[in-house]
């Protein structure tokens, strides 16, 4: 296979979207349904961007109740550097450099979240 074959393959799972809201990135990340973890890149004017999940997880895990949602979204924040703000996981990029990096950082952690917590309901 040649480089730009797959490329061009691989080009097909880019997805980015404007809205409202900033642009929705549909990521190479999935949650355990299999669906594709989509962040939302906002500029703050100055250079600084944020990319968040949007508060995926919390919403689709909030019966787990606050303290395991916690303990589930921290364990995230803490392999992949992230924050989290109102139930939303996310990171800053203070250079545009550094966006693609911080995608990646947020899908990813969404996404152990997303497993973390689904192992957990399974345990229960």
């Known amino acids: 296979m040649s480089i730009e074959l797959f490329l061009n393959a691989i080009g097909k799972l880019q997805h980015v979207e404007q809205t409202d809201n900033g642009l929705l990135v549909k990521t190479h990340c999935m949650y355990p349904s299999?669906?594709?973890v989509i962040v939302v890149v906002n500029s703050r004017?100055?250079?600084?961007?944020?990319?968040s999940d949007g508060g995926k997880v919390s919403e689709e895990f909030h019966h787990l109740g606050e303290e395991m949602l916690t303990k589930v979204l921290g364990c995230a924040c803490e392999v992949?550097?992230?924050?989290r703000r109102s139930g939303a996981l996310f990171s800053e990029?203070?250079?545009a450099d550094d966006?693609?990096?911080?995608?990646?950082f947020v899908a990813n952690a969404s996404?152990?979240?997303?497993?973390?917590?689904l192992e957990?309901?399974?345990?229960t």
């Open 80 to 83: 992949f550097g992230v924050g």
């Open 111 to 117: 996404a152990f979240a997303a497993f973390t917590a």
């Open 93 to 95: 990029a203070n250079h």
């Open 120 to 123: 957990y309901e399974a345990a």
């Open 99 to 104: 966006i693609a990096t911080k995608v990646l």
């Open 45 to 51: 004017g100055t250079g600084d961007f944020v990319i």
């Open 34 to 36: 299999l669906e594709r």
